[in-house]
Each structure stands twice: as structure tokens, then as C-alpha cells.
């Protein structure tokens, strides 16, 4: 004799099938757009980050591309990449690198400072006040975007306005050059 099922029998069978589904999406690995596990990029990425420090920058490059190619909605590939060759003295490819970051991750403020100190050393003051100013807009409390903001301020001949952001920084260690820009001895 078999056992009929009442319906409150099937909610709970059916109940208990769908926890086993959801589960079973939770926890299953995450991968990108192309099918490589994060974990994988991740290594990857430190891998290329490494090579970097070692200035074994065309093994760093290939595989920051790759990456670029399979996760083109992740900044942080690019600001690497952009500071691959920022060290290589490759000024234009840096600052289009870390334009594609800062698109890609608003959230990454290393895009913003780099592709600023790149803009200043250029002499493009117009660029740098913007991209400073986008980056403070979103990061108000980062130092090196205060500092380099104070700096342009100060090269434009706006030393009263640079003066503040000098003074927020007078006793971090990281910028002993503000105590000098604040006292007027640059």
C-alpha cells in the first residue's frame, strides 16, 4: 500500500528542493563574464602586481591584458596596468589606463591621484584641477588628493586657498613637503 502525500506534504518537499537549489547557487564558485573563477584572477593579478616590483613589465602587461579582456568592467586591472607604464615612462598610455580605471571604478582614488600627478607633471593644470577635484568629490578625506590639489592651488598662484588643505597636513609624516608649501619656503 502506498502512502498518498498531502498537500502540505508537497509544499514542504517542494520547500526543502528549492533550499537545495539556492544553496547550491550560493555557493557554487563565482566566475566572470568569461568563465574564469575570481580566485583564478585574483592570483593572476597578484602575479602581475609582483612582476611589476620585479620590473618584469612585458610578462606583468600580458597578463594585465588578459585580465583587462576577461573583466572589462574592473578597474583595478587597469589602474595596474596604468601604473606599469607610468613606471615606464609611457606617460599617454598611463594616463589612458587610469582614465579607464577611474570609468570602470569610480571607487579606485589611487586612479585619480596617479592620473592627477601625471597631469601636473604635463604641465595640464586645467586637467588635473578637474580630475583632482572629481576625485575629492568622491574620496574628500583622501591626503594625497588634498595634497596635490593644495599643490596646484599653491603653482596657480592661489596660496591663501592652497593654505588650508597645507595646514590639514602639517603633521603627517607622509608630507613634510607642507610645512613648506604652508610657510611660503617653495
Same mark, same amino acid.
Request: proline fraction near 4%; charge should be negative.
Given at each position: 500500500m502506498r502512502a498518498k502525500l498531502n498537500e502540505n506534504q508537497y509544499v514542504g518537499i517542494i520547500g526543502i528542493i528549492f533550499i537545495i537549489i539556492l544553496l547550491i547557487i550560493?555557493?557554487?564558485p563565482s566566475n566572470n563574464e568569461s568563465g574564469i573563477s575570481i580566485s583564478d584572477n585574483e592570483q593572476q593579478y597578484t602575479k602581475a602586481i609582483d612582476l611589476i616590483e620585479q620590473?618584469?613589465?612585458e610578462k606583468a602587461e600580458?597578463?594585465?591584458?588578459k585580465?583587462?579582456?576577461?573583466?572589462?568592467?574592473?578597474?583595478?586591472?587597469?589602474?595596474a596596468l596604468g601604473t606599469l607604464y607610468r613606471k615606464q615612462n609611457k606617460w599617454d598610455?598611463?594616463?589612458?589606463?587610469?582614465?579607464?580605471?577611474?570609468?570602470?571604478?569610480?571607487?579606485l582614488k589611487e586612479g585619480y591621484n596617479n592620473l592627477t600627478g601625471i597631469q601636473m607633471m604635463e604641465n595640464d593644470l586645467e586637467?588635473?584641477? $578637474?580630475?583632482?577635484?572629481?576625485?575629492? %568629490?568622491?574620496?574628500? =578625506?583622501?591626503?594625497?588628493?588634498? &595634497?596635490? $590639489?593644495?599643490?596646484?592651488?599653491?603653482? %596657480?598662484?592661489?596660496e =591663501?586657498?592652497?593654505?588650508?588643505? &597645507?595646514?590639514?597636513l602639517l603633521d603627517d609624516p607622509k608630507y613634510p613637503e607642507a610645512r613648506e608649501f604652508y610657510e611660503g619656503d617653495r
Amino acid at each position: 500500500m502506498r502512502a498518498k502525500l498531502n498537500e502540505n506534504q508537497y509544499v514542504g518537499i517542494i520547500g526543502i528542493i528549492f533550499i537545495i537549489i539556492l544553496l547550491i547557487i550560493l555557493f557554487k564558485p563565482s566566475n566572470n563574464e568569461s568563465g574564469i573563477s575570481i580566485s583564478d584572477n585574483e592570483q593572476q593579478y597578484t602575479k602581475a602586481i609582483d612582476l611589476i616590483e620585479q620590473q618584469e613589465y612585458e610578462k606583468a602587461e600580458e597578463i594585465l591584458q588578459k585580465l583587462i579582456l576577461n573583466n572589462p568592467t574592473i578597474g583595478k586591472y587597469d589602474l595596474a596596468l596604468g601604473t606599469l607604464y607610468r613606471k615606464q615612462n609611457k606617460w599617454d598610455k598611463a594616463k589612458e589606463y587610469y582614465m579607464q580605471s577611474i570609468e570602470k571604478s569610480p571607487d579606485l582614488k589611487e586612479g585619480y591621484n596617479n592620473l592627477t600627478g601625471i597631469q601636473m607633471m604635463e604641465n595640464d593644470l586645467e586637467g588635473a584641477f $578637474k580630475t583632482v577635484e572629481e576625485g575629492l %568629490s568622491r574620496h574628500p =578625506e583622501n591626503k594625497d588628493l588634498i &595634497f596635490k $590639489k593644495a599643490q596646484l592651488l599653491y603653482v %596657480s598662484g592661489q596660496e =591663501e586657498e592652497a593654505k588650508p588643505l &597645507f595646514e590639514m597636513l602639517l603633521d603627517d609624516p607622509k608630507y613634510p613637503e607642507a610645512r613648506e608649501f604652508y610657510e611660503g619656503d617653495r
